[in-house]
């Protein structure tokens, strides 16, 4: 992210995969529509993170904030999708406090597709 972008508002998210999503493919497919789908079409950015079998991201808006209008269309897009996972959607924060090391506050969500 740029200086402009650390202006505005984001929110946090935190996929947690069981093995055979990670192992079968269904994690990399998930990512991908998740940037081409819905990420391209609500002109959101993401910055992320991956180990093994997480996923721990920020969405930003190069111009602008993100708004709780985007953060329930991303929740809303991952519930619908076909792939096992625990997923954590944080709240709206300052992009200037948002850390990959802290925990964050948000819901917490299985996707059993």
């Known amino acids: 992210m740029n200086a402009s972008e650390e202006d505005g508002d984001v929110f946090q998210f935190l996929i947690d995969y069981p093995e055979a999503q990670y192992r079968s493919g269904n994690r990399d497919r ?3 529509d998740f940037h081409g789908e ?3 079409i609500n002109d959101l950015k993401c910055a992320m993170t991956k180990s093994l079998r997480k996923t721990h991201g920020f969405v930003y808006k190069e111009t602008g904030d993100v708004t709780e209008s985007d953060r329930s269309r991303f929740k809303e ?3 619908n999708q076909s792939v096992a996972c625990e997923f954590k ?7 200037a406090v ?9 819901d917490t969500f299985a996707i059993d597709g």
Not at 98 to 106: C, L, N, S, Y
């Open 30 to 32: 998930f990512e991908k």
């Open 38 to 40: 819905l990420l391209a």
């Open 77 to 79: 897009w991952a519930q």
């Open 89 to 95: 959607l944080g709240l709206l924060e300052p992009c």
């Open 98 to 106: 948002a850390d990959f090391t802290r925990d964050f506050k948000g």
